[in-house]
């Protein structure tokens, strides 16, 4: 059965950091492009972060910039998004992601056909 299981959220206050976890079970994540979404009460659910297939290519949205780093273990078929400098408006559910297709890279838009963590709950206050 295919899984993806995400760890590492929690309660943090501005300007701290968290690690989050992604386990994938049933495949194997070197042969997909994977990434970070997240969905804030009330909005849409929105691209974070993207690496390739092969880790050469990375995206990450304006607002996280600088503040934010994917990374995958193959290895331990894991991904992983280091948040620093966390701020109020990080507060959502972060949801993993691996494209179903073994395409180069995948499109920070959350469609349907891509599989699905069930969410890990991030809460940026003070």
């Known amino acids: 059965q295919l899984q993806l299981v995400e760890s590492g959220g929690g309660l943090v206050q501005p300007g701290g950091s968290l690690r989050l976890s992604c386990v994938a079970s049933?495949?194997?994540?070197?042969?997909?492009?994977i990434g970070w979404f997240r969905q804030a009460p009330g909005k849409a659910r929105e691209g974070v972060s993207i690496?390739?297939?092969?880790?050469?290519?990375?995206y990450y949205a304006d607002s996280v910039k600088g503040r934010f780093t994917i990374s995958r273990d193959n290895a331990k078929n894991t991904m992983y998004l280091q948040m620093n400098s966390l701020k109020p408006e990080d507060t959502a559910v972060y949801y993993c992601?691996?494209?179903?297709?073994?395409?180069?890279?995948?499109?920070?838009?959350?469609?349907?056909?891509?599989?699905w963590g069930q969410g890990t709950q991030v809460t940026v206050s003070s």
């Open positions: 992601a691996a494209d179903s297709e073994t395409f180069a890279t995948m499109m920070p838009i959350p469609y349907e056909h891509y599989h």
């Open positions: 690496i390739s297939r092969t880790t050469s290519t990375t």
């Open positions: 049933g495949f194997t994540l070197d042969s997909y492009a």
